[in-house]
């Protein structure tokens, strides 16, 4: 079995303003593109879960790149309606060291890294 380096947790959230059908309608066409996107991008064992108010995806990529996360987010944003906010976690697996979060709108990526010290590291 094949080992990826890197884990991704991610969670679409619709606004509450958006009508049943309309969901419905954002949720099947963003799910299409946020599948060939993180395909694009080299995400494999890719998982939806639709909630009533939400859809998550979890996946994994070949590799941790920062690059490559900041282009595909920025795709991801100019495919987000208004009416859907997105954040999205990645996790570098090989030593648990690095993370890196994004909150996502239609016109805004914010983007933090968390840096966790490898245990009996010498500072």
């Known amino acids: 079995m094949a080992r990826y380096p890197c884990e991704m947790f991610a969670q679409f959230y619709y606004s509450p ?18 599948d060939i996107l993180f395909t694009n991008e080299g995400g494999i064992h890719l998982e939806f879960w639709p909630n009533s108010d939400s859809f998550a995806v979890q996946g994994q990529f070949d590799e941790f790149d920062k690059h490559k996360f900041d282009r595909m987010t920025d795709q991801i944003k100019a495919v987000l309606p208004q009416s ?4 999205i976690l990645l996790v570098d697996k090989s030593g648990l060291e690095n993370v890196f979060i994004y909150n996502l709108t ?8 968390i840096t966790l010290s490898r245990p009996f590291a010498e500072a």
């Open 17 to 34: 303003d958006l009508t049943y059908d309309e969901l419905h309608q954002v949720e099947e066409e963003l799910m299409r593109k946020v």
């Open 84 to 87: 859907v906010q997105s954040r």
């Open 106 to 113: 239609s016109g805004n990526i914010e983007f933090e890294e």
